[in-house]
């Protein structure tokens, strides 16, 4: 019997299985390796923010989040409130990194992104042209071939229209085919690739036809 999923925004009670959800899931990313403590408070910041959503799938009958999506109608807004609001928390987070340099440089990257004008060959990650984004998805493997990443993406489509989004990107791993395969079907078109912490990446552009122009 098929389980009883419904698509609501993430409560605080949620958070922290939603962290352990991107550290199963997504766990080619150098923020996985930061512990389930840090990516409990990106999650609650990034649903706390007024240009930010996190979306989970609840399974009502295990009682358990079976997968999430989080979204900004502004990346770059987001960021900035995160860090002037709360920066001070991932800072003390962040503490016992200091002595290893090459994971600040990433998360400072990471963190800083947004803002950059970058040179040609990153000018990728910034198409200012296009402020939204859908910033990571996942699916618990248990769950999967349900349809609740698609139904993720269509309640996260609708915040956006909300807001008068009339377009989003999303990056992924060009090498994951499986995350290359499910943007193609949910409707996006790829724009191109770049490097990123010396990764392949890709970056996908979606139009959403129902939004006011």
Known sequence: ?????????????????????????????????????????????????????????????????????????????MYRHIVLRRGWLFALLLLPN??????VKKILETLLYPFHAGDNRDKAVQDDSISAELLSIAVDEKYRGQGIGKRLVLKMERYFMHAGVTEYKTVTFSQDVNANAFYRFCGFTRQKTFTHHKNVMSEYVKHLSGAPQ
């Not at 098929?2 to 080619?28: D, F, G, M, W």
């Not at 200091?98 to 994971?103: A, G, L, N, T």
């Open 1 to 77: 019997m098929e389980n009883k999923i419904i698509i609501q925004q993430c409560t605080p009670a949620q958070v922290s299985a939603v962290a352990l959800l991107h550290r199963k899931c997504i766990s080619k990313g150098f923020i996985s390796n930061l512990g389930r403590t840090f990516l409990s408070a990106l999650y609650n910041s990034i649903n706390r923010s007024p240009y930010s959503k996190v979306f989970v799938a609840y399974d009502t009958e295990q009682k358990n989040p079976a997968g999430f999506i989080s979204a900004a109608i502004d990346t770059r807004a």
């Open 98 to 103: 200091i002595f290893r340099p090459s994971v």
